[in-house]
């Protein structure tokens, strides 16, 4: 692959070039929680020169309540529901970043028109960065009262293959996410320049 002179890299794109490539449809991370959709996702918007949006943060505003409370008094099957309509809302064509809640792309609806509509991108961390990263945060519902590691590993054996699905895998690494970040940007040009589907 690396000898293919039809594939872009780094090494043979201007800056500008990638991203022109890269910002022409709006980008969709996946991955399960603490892969650093949020965060990662904020720095390639502001590399792309794109908006971001949150998907949780979204279905939070149009709820009027947090979505640990959404699973506490409704459960998770609506939650999903309403998740499913708000990305459905957050596609509509224009480039942008969007990160998704790790169970969003577990949704057969949903995934269809992340695969169709944008270029989908996997966060794939280890087990151990997730665990990591997740116990800085303790407003995970699903890990609620529960050991991270365990739910995290079971998470991903179930997820794993479905992500797996995501047009563009990139491993989210401990370290500067700055690496992450270019290591997408790279990608997606590369992803757009072949015209090739999600």
Not at 54 to 75: H, L, P
Not at 77 to 106: Q, Y
Not at 154 to 165: D, E, N
């Amino acid at each position: 692959m690396d000898g293919d002179p039809k594939i872009p890299t780094q090494k043979t794109l201007g800056s500008a070039d990638l991203l022109a490539l890269a910002a022409q449809r709006p980008v969709t991370l996946v991955g399960l929680m603490g892969c650093g959709k949020s965060s990662i996702g904020k720095r390639l918007a502001l590399r792309l020169a794109l908006p971001f949006v949150d998907a949780d943060t979204e279905i939070e505003d149009a709820a009027g309540m947090t979505i640990s409370e959404m699973f506490e008094r409704f459960g998770e099957a609506h939650f999903r529901d309403g998740e499913r309509r708000v990305i459905a809302r957050l596609i509509d064509g224009t480039p942008k970043v969007i990160a998704t809640g790790g169970g969003a792309f577990m949704n057969d609806e949903t995934r269809a028109l992340i695969r169709e509509r944008t270029l989908s991108v996997w966060l794939d961390a280890d087990v151990a960065t997730l665990v990591d990263r997740v116990r800085r945060r303790g407003s995970r519902p699903l890990l609620k009262d529960k050991d991270p590691g365990e739910v995290l590993t079971a998470l991903a054996a179930v997820r794993g293959p479905v992500y797996a699905q995501a047009r563009i895998r990139i491993a989210s690494k401990p370290g500067p996410h700055h690496e992450t970040v270019e290591a997408i940007v790279a990608a997606l040009a590369a992803a757009n320049a072949q015209g090739t589907p999600t």
